[in-house]
């Protein structure tokens, strides 16, 4: 028997033609599902939640201070560069998201454009990946909090405040985190209503802050644009120069840009989403782009020395009050913590829309229960629980760790970039084939002839880049301990190789192949 929310077992493509606009709910039937979600979401919902997950004010905020100390102000070299590869993915999602408006975003996508085994695995890694990364934005209170008052370091001193690399500031980070992710379960469970509520709140926070932080920095300008050509020595010792400094700065850039598909993530929530989730996506990324790119390059043309070592301890926080004072420095301190606050809403929603829709699919143990959705909130309250717990579970397994930060970060980058493969490459070869777009693509987002090469790039980008942040080197992993310097390759070939037994098991115990 299907799940509740499953109509009928659906093909690997749905040729008919899509319901009329505005008939959402006939929309969704095409591909087998009954409206369960609420559908209560525009168009600046759907920006908000592509946004709000990649998060300039937390991303940046968070880690300015690795890629500043890793490659000196050229880092920021690695934030266009990194824009251009995620944004040919972004390209890409654009085209499937109008094509396949359903809850569950890059497991949904690559269940359309590849085999059943593809489309498994995105979904298992992605669900992991999404865990890891709400604890890694969950961490980052212990980034801003301390700072802004002496009062949220509960563990430790002031030389603890905005810091993680010390044992005290690694445990009040933890603790920081675990009631960021209390906070956001319960929102969850309550219904996406109140999450919508708060995420444009917090969004519209974020824009408006940043918008005035750069204003405010670039009225402080004390040097020229010439500054980010400065390395500051960071290539010393390195086996490749420069270039391999940067390759480790790049990181940052890197944690910021992803995300941006959970706008096609609350696609059966959001009205119209053929229409409204491709411009979602492709929005949020390029805002992300310039409201971050302004604020790198404007801070560091604003502080007063550039040479002062906390620009790579305590980040951009110490930018910003060293700059503008420690009273208007709090003001967006506060904003980003705020950001801080719904990116790792964001990212737990479309954790909890990933598992449901994987379950509702029949590809998860206990599938029908967590694929239940609650009458009352119009939300599946399982899978809420569920990745509450397991990033709670995460955030102690880890506490008193004061390298859990940038490993939590690293792998939880890995973790998406991976399954972002499984839609590029499996969609790269339906184009050589010639089988995309399909006949029945309409009048939805096209990238026409230029589908195949930009297709292509993201591929070869998002390969290139899956090496580099799982690179073993010293600088990110530290070389004291193997499984510290190899803890990326090895929980990343872990989490593959479970994903992979569950998947054969879950299959030997039906009668047919799990069906998509």
């Known amino acids: 028997m299907p799940d509740s929310g499953q109509i009928r077992q659906t093909a690997a493509t749905v040729t008919a033609p ?45 880690l300015f201070g690795f890629g500043f100390a890793s490659g000196g102000p050229a880092f920021i070299w690695s934030w266009p560069l990194v824009f251009i590869g995620q944004g040919a993915v972004a390209l890409c999602f654009a085209e499937v998201a109008g ?78 985190a675990l009631g960021l ?25 974020e824009l408006v802050g940043v918008t005035l932080l750069i204003v405010m920095l670039a009225v402080h300008i004390r040097r020229g644009p010439q500054v980010i050509t400065h390395t500051q020595g960071t290539g010393a010792g390195q086996s490749l120069g420069y270039f391999g400094a940067f390759l480790v700065a790049s990181i940052m850039s890197a944690y910021v840009f992803y995300g941006f598909d959970t706008a096609g993530s609350l696609a059966e929530e ?7 989730a491709p411009r979602a996506i ?32 305590l980040g951009m926080p110490y930018l910003i009050k060293s700059t503008l004072g420690t009273g208007l420095g709090n003001v967006f301190l506060v904003c980003s913590a705020i950001a801080i606050t719904v990116c790792c809403l964001a990212v737990q929603t479309a954790a909890i829309r990933l598992l449901f829709a994987m379950a509702r699919d029949g590809r998860l143990p206990f599938g029908a229960a967590i694929a239940k959705v609650s009458p009352r909130s119009k939300t599946p309250i399982v899978p809420a629980v569920l990745t509450g717990v397991l990033t709670i579970a995460l955030l102690l397994v880890n506490i008193g760790n004061q390298r859990a930060f940038y490993i939590l970060t690293s792998v939880a980058i890995i973790l998406f970039y991976i399954p972002y493969l499984m839609v590029t490459g499996p969609m790269l070869l339906r184009r050589v084939r010639g089988q995309w777009p399909r006949p029945d693509h309409g009048p939805y987002f096209n990238l026409g002839r230029w589908g195949t090469p930009v297709n292509a790039f993201a591929v070869l980008y998002g390969a290139a880049m899956t090496v580099n942040l799982a690179w073993p080197r010293a ?7 193997w499984y510290f310097q190899w803890g990326a390759v090895v929980f990343t070939a872990v989490i593959v190789a479970v994903g992979a037994g569950l998947y054969l098991v879950r299959r030997g115990q039906r009668s047919a192949p799990i069906s998509d």
């Not at 209390?182 to 926070?205: D, E, P, Q, W, Y």
């Open 18 to 62: 899509p319901a009329p606009p505005g008939d959402d709910t006939g929309d969704l039937a095409r591909f087998g599902y009954r409206q369960e979600l609420e559908r209560s979401l525009g168009s600046f919902s759907s920006f908000a939640a592509g946004f709000s997950y990649i998060s300039i004010m937390t991303g940046v905020f968070q």
């Open 270 to 276: 959001t009205r119209e989403p053929r229409r409204h």
């Open 475 to 481: 600088a990110v992993y530290g070389h004291d301990h």
């Open 181 to 205: 992710v209390v906070f956001t379960t319960v929102v969850n469970i309550v219904g996406v209503r109140l999450m919508a509520k708060i995420n444009n709140l917090g969004v519209a926070v």
């Open 282 to 313: 492709l929005r949020a990324l390029t805002a992300a782009f310039l409201a971050g790119g302004l604020l790198m390059l404007v801070g560091m043309m604003a502080v007063g020395d550039i040479n002062a070592k906390e620009l790579g301890t």
């Open 99 to 176: 094509q396949f408006p359903l809850a569950g975003g890059v497991y949904q996508w690559s269940k359309q454009v590849a085999r059943p085994a593809t489309a498994w695995m995105s979904g298992w890694i992605m669900t992991i990946g999404a865990v890891v990364t709400a604890a890694a934005v969950a961490v980052a209170y212990q980034v801003i909090l301390p700072q802004v008052s002496l009062a949220f370091q509960i563990v430790g001193g002031a030389a603890d405040a905005g810091q993680t690399a010390t044992p005290e500031g690694a445990k009040n980070a933890i603790l920081l």
